[in-house]
T-cell receptor, first 113, second 116 residues
Framework: KQEVTQIPAALSVPEGENLVLNCSFTDSAIYNLQWFRQDPGKGLTSLLLIQSSQREQTSGRLNASLDKSSGRSTLYIAASQPGDSATYLC????????????FGAGTQVVVTP | DADVTQTPRNRITKTGKRIMLECSQT?????MYWYRQDPGLGLQLIYY???????NKGEISDGYSVSRQAQAKFSLSLESAIPNQTALYFCATSDSRETKLTDTQYFGPGTRLTVL
């Protein structure tokens, strides 16, 4: 069974610092990996999706890398802002299980002004 | 208006009661999902439906049932609620016309259910 782990569970940084969030998975037979943001009282919002053939994906201040061989993905958020405070979850889809996501438990981020 | 809506947003009920959580979407997607989220455990898949006549169990379906009334509506029922079903429940949708490589899911705002 695919295990998805996110470390640390919580992170607090001052405004302006870069954020580094980690995600590891045990089965490398993935066809994509996604990073989601979760705000209290709201659903999950997809931030970035990396296909299995890609090494990274970028959107604005966000950059996500994928290393399938080591079972790792990293989400970088440059120049953090208080509005980046949220819980960030990663989720993987396995070949043969299209549409079924395996989620990590998330990293709760607080950016202090 | 939100593309994926869930009702109710909050519900407190007692052990043994029957509860229905509803999900509606205006995205025109054919696939719909129900997840539950417990603190520290991430989201777990309860049921998923790839079209109106195709409903499948997820990882943790025991104690739950679903109904896909139309392409846009997917309901989750707890036949006899128990306290360990206290959790945050999310509905999600996706479009099978997207390729496997770019498939993503769109989530509703969640329903917070408390079973006393």
């Amino acid at each position: 069974k695919q295990e998805v782990t996110q470390i640390p569970a919580a992170l607090s940084v001052p405004e302006g610092e870069n954020l580094v969030l980690n995600c590891s998975f045990t089965d490398s037979a993935i066809y994509n990996l996604q990073w989601f943001r979760q705000d209290p009282g709201k659903g999950l919002t997809s931030l970035l999706l990396i296909q299995s053939s890609q090494r990274e994906q970028t959107s604005g201040r966000l950059n996500a890398s994928l290393d399938k061989s080591s079972g790792r993905s990293t989400l970088y958020i440059a120049a953090s802002q208080p509005g980046d405070s949220a819980t960030y979850l990663c989720a993987v889809s396995l070949w043969g299980s299209w549409g079924k996501l395996q989620f990590g438990a998330g990293t709760q981020v607080v950016v202090t002004p | 208006d939100a593309d994926v809506t869930q009702t109710p947003r909050n519900r407190i009920t007692k052990t043994g009661k029957r509860i229905m959580l509803e999900c509606s979407q205006t995205k025109g997607h054919d696939r719909m999902y129900w997840y539950r989220q417990d603190p520290g455990l991430g989201l777990q898949l309860i049921y998923y439906s790839f079209d109106v006549k195709d409903i499948n169990k997820g990882e943790i379906s025991d104690g739950y049932s679903v109904s896909r009334q139309a392409q846009a509506k997917f309901s989750l029922s707890l036949e006899s609620a128990i306290p360990n079903q206290t959790a945050l429940y999310f509905c999600a949708t996706s479009d099978s016309r997207e390729t496997k490589l770019t498939d993503t899911q769109y989530f509703g705002p969640g329903t917070r259910l408390t079973v006393l």
